[in-house]
């Protein structure tokens, strides 16, 4: 089955930095990758969300970038905020159509 | 429009017990998806229900199921608790036209197995 590991496990960045989170994953049938967020003590919520077929998508100070001959895709947030402190989830989807999760990126914004 | 509701919030059992977790999806979403959540160890998942039917399904051991009935809502249930089994317990709705595309998560159930 598919098996996706995300790194860095925590990462500590000055309010305006930019901030880089970056998954592998196994199954290369794998077409579906989003990307979710989890402030403490909430839900997962989807911030982001890319297809095999794209390589690159953004969303005002969030982007995703994948690579497919190199199966890794990568979150990038520009300008962090405060208020970007939270966990943050990749995921692929593997070739039965389940969705596999990296162990998540706590991601803290120090002002 | 609600959002996906989870009930009960917290459970606290003992090893050996059963358990029943509540989910409802968002109105018009037909599919349901289970995921344990852990510290450390991510959303690691369950199963997901299309249309009352499994349609797919994790890695854990018999003694979790689950369901859904045709208003979408479903329950998932752990017998023979362990210690292991604590965990925060999140279903997710989807429109289910793909399996596992945009997922709107509960609250979720926390449990402590004692």
């Known amino acids: 089955g598919e098996n996706v590991e995300q790194h860095p496990s925590t990462l500590s960045v000055q309010e305006g930095d930019s901030a880089v989170i970056k998954c592998t994953y196994s199954d290369s049938a794998s077409n579906y990758f989003p990307w979710y967020k989890q402030e403490l003590g909430k839900r997962p919520q989807l911030i982001i969300d890319?297809?095999?077929?794209?390589g690159e998508k953004k969303d005002q100070r969030i982007a995703v970038t994948l690579n497919k001959t190199a199966k890794h895709f990568s979150l990038h947030i520009t300008e962090t905020q405060p208020e970007d402190s939270a966990v943050y989830f990749c995921?692929?989807?593997?070739?039965?159509?389940?969705?596999?999760f990296g162990a998540g990126t706590q991601v803290v914004v120090t002002p | 429009k609600a959002g996906v509701t989870q009930t009960p919030r917290y459970l606290i059992k003992t090893r050996g017990q059963q358990v029943t977790l509540s989910c409802s999806p968002i109105?018009?979403?037909?599919?349901v998806s289970w995921y344990q959540q852990t510290p450390g160890q991510g959303l690691q998942f369950l199963f997901e229900y299309f249309s009352e039917t499994q349609r797919n399904k994790g890695n854990f051991p018999g003694r979790f199921s689950g369901r859904q009935f045709s208003n979408s809502r479903s329950e998932m249930n752990v017998s023979t608790l362990e210690l292991g089994d604590s965990a925060l317990y999140l279903c997710a709705s989807s429109l289910g036209v793909a399996t596992n595309e945009k997922l709107f998560f509960g609250s979720g159930t926390q449990l402590s197995v004692l």
């Open positions: 995921a692929a989807s593997d070739s039965w159509g389940k969705l596999q």
């Open positions: 890319i297809r095999s077929n794209v």
């Open positions: 109105s018009g979403h037909r599919s």
